[in-house]
């Protein structure tokens, strides 16, 4: 079992940055791949990015490449989403999610490959 739980949300301007982080319990965490999704109102989830266990390897969505960076530290357990340039269109529930695929050789950006999810954090982006 593996619990996350994401924090760093919050209201910022257009322009601005935020850091996401998720903190993982369970002593599995650095043998899997994380990822990122978002979730805006009335819309589906969609991959943002993703890491493998050891970090080596990263994916970012088309969205929010050069301006957002996922990053993990296994020594604390935790994975980071830094964002910067944010726009409103970025508004929306982030959540960061593990496959528990032991040291996973692919980054799914599809949801239903991931096994554990966090509750979420809100990001809003005001114009």
């Known amino acids: 079992q593996l619990q996350l739980v994401e924090s760093g949300g919050g209201l910022v301007q257009a322009g601005g940055s935020l850091r996401l982080s998720c903190a993982a319990s369970g002593r599995t965490f650095s043998s899997y791949a994380m990822g990122w999704f978002r979730q805006a109102p009335g819309k589906e989830r969609d991959f943002v990015a993703g890491?493998?266990?050891?970090?080596?390897?990263?994916s970012h969505a088309d969205s929010v490449k050069g301006r957002f960076t996922i990053s993990r530290d296994n020594a604390k357990n935790t994975v980071y989403l830094q964002m910067n340039s944010l726009k409103p269109e970025d508004t929306a529930v982030y959540y960061c999610?593990?496959?528990?695929?032991?040291?996973?050789?692919?980054?799914?950006?599809?949801?239903?490959?991931?096994?554990?999810w966090g509750q979420g954090t809100q990001v809003t982006v005001s114009s």
């Open positions: 999610a593990a496959d528990d695929t032991y040291y996973s050789l692919t980054l799914w950006t599809e949801d239903y490959r991931y096994d554990y």
């Open positions: 890491i493998s266990s050891r970090g080596a390897r990263t």
